[in-house]
Structures are given as C-alpha cells and as structure tokens.
C-alpha cells in the first residue's frame, strides 16, 4: 500500500490531490485470456476527431488575397465612351428639349436668355402706348359707324351714365377713366335705340373679333384698336373686374343694351361689351 504524500511544512495541500492514488506500474505477465493495452507505437485504428477547443481561436490564418483581373484590352482604333460622361450629355439633351418646348410654348426669345448681350436692352413692348388725350371721333367701319364722342360721368345710381336722348345718336366717353391708348380700360357707351329708331350703338353686336375700330383723339393721334370679342351679360352680372380692372395693357370697351326687352328702369336686359385692344397708331 503506497504511503500518501507528506505535505511540506507551513503549506497544505488540496484534500484533491491528498486523494489521488499514485500510478500502479504492472510488471507481471497477465494470465491467459487477459485482455491489456497494446504496445506503444501499435497503430490499432482510426484516431478520434479532437474535441474543438472552446472559445475564439488567438489567432486566424490570412486569406489569401484575390489576384487582380486584368482589364479587357480595348479594340484597336475604338475607345470605350466613359458611363457617367454618356448619362450627363443625354441629360443636358433633355434640358434643352424641355427649354425649347417651355420657350416656343409661351414666346420666350431662348437666343436673347442665353447670349451675351441678354438684359442690356429692355424688350421691345408688343403694343403701343399712348400719352392721355381725350377722344373726339369713333369710326367702325365694318358697320359703317361715325359719330362724335361727348363726355359722360356717372349718373345718380353711381352707374355710367349715357348721352342724353337728344344726342343719342353721339356716343360718350365716360371721363372718369383712362382716354383711348393709355394703360387700362378705356369706355365709350352709347344708345341702342330709340321709340323713334335705330341709336348710335344699335350695330353694335355685329362686329365681329379682328374688325377695326378707331379713335380720333385731341393730339390730332388716331389710336387704332382690334376686337378680341363681343360678349353678353346680365346686367345684374356684369363682370366689373374684367370691364373696368383690366390695367395690363392699354384696351377699348364698347358698351350698349341689348337681350330681351323687359320695360321699366331697366329696359333691356343685358348688357353688349365689345372688348378691343390698341394694336397701332397714327397720324390724322
């Protein structure tokens, strides 16, 4: 019976190892039919796999780095066009289309926005634009129309008021607004008939967009205006704004009755506007 250790004085040993039992060194022959332990060296079989260690690994080997590819060799005589240089040209190509559809589609002059002498000289002004001067003769002559002009005010109702029956075959330019060729709307009303006939004005819904209508005015200067439209409207309904607002360029406004008769103050039921705009000017 082997003898435990002695533990060193002063230290003591775990009761773990005091436990252990010192290796046996078999040195008899086993009897017969024992089976023991190969000799050392004696390869009797496939080795276990190792048990995979626990835990990160310190260290890990490098991977091998990927060789690089060489460049196909481009065609003789053919050089590849740059990606990004394609897209940018095909974008500036469909800028300037678009630039050329915004342009044509609302007259913007494209040379004069990108050349250089763009904003040395302000455009020239598509209509003409007269200094004041009052209005003295009005002549149509697609419906055979010359009548002198008077001054009219505003009538007690604070409406435009018309020539008097006496001159009704006179029409009158209402004094409160612009005179024909200035900035804005200028009026001239008139009669369309009387219990007697046929008033200055009574022609008036014959005229058709594209006639001619002049003015004579005081500076011996004949303004020369172009209808746009003639138009009908309630006279409960008259659009004011667009009759007597309209300040974006100098313009004519021929005004008279019309519609159905319905008596009374009011007497017919609508209101003909002729709307026309200064398109030239010239000496008398």
């Not at 004005?201 to 004579?216: D, M, Q, S, T, W």
């Not at 313009?251 to 007497?267: A, F, H, I, P, Q």
Request: a positive charge; hydrophobic letters at 35%; proline letters at 16%.
């Amino acid at each position: 019976m082997p003898r435990r250790p002695t533990p060193l004085p002063g230290a003591r040993m775990p009761d773990s190892v005091l436990r252990k039992r010192p290796a046996q060194v078999i040195t008899a022959t086993p009897p017969p039919g024992t089976i023991t332990a190969p000799p050392p060296g004696t390869i009797t079989g496939p080795l276990p796999a190792p048990r995979p260690a626990q835990g990160r690994p310190p260290f890990r080997a490098p991977h091998p780095r990927p060789e690089p590819r060489t460049p196909p060799r481009p065609t003789r005589g053919k050089r590849p066009w740059p990606v990004g240089l394609v897209v940018l040209a095909l974008v500036f190509l469909g800028l300037f289309m678009v630039a050329m559809g915004i342009g044509a589609a609302s007259s913007f002059d494209l040379p004069s926005l990108f050349g250089a002498g763009a904003g040395d000289e302000p455009p020239p002004r598509a209509f003409p634009v007269l200094d004041p001067s009052r209005p003295e003769r009005l002549t149509i002559p697609s419906i055979k129309l010359e009548a002198p002009i008077l001054d009219v005010g505003l009538a007690g109702d604070g409406s435009v008021d018309v020539p008097p029956l006496k001159r009704h075959n006179e029409a009158g330019w209402f004094d409160g607004g612009p005179t024909p060729g200035q900035f804005g709307p200028a009026l001239i009303v008139g009669h369309a008939d009387t219990r007697t006939g046929p008033s200055v004005f009574y022609n008036l819904p014959k005229l058709k967009a594209g006639h001619r209508i002049e003015v004579l005015r005081a500076d011996n200067s004949v303004a020369v205006f172009e209808v746009n439209s003639v138009e009908h409207f309630d006279k409960g309904k008259l659009p004011m704004q667009r009759v007597y607002g309209d300040f974006s360029r100098p313009s004519l406004r021929l005004m008279t009755c019309g519609g159905k008769w319905v008596g009374g103050k009011t007497g017919y039921q609508d209101n003909v506007v002729v709307f026309a705009s200064l398109v030239g000017t010239r000496d008398n």
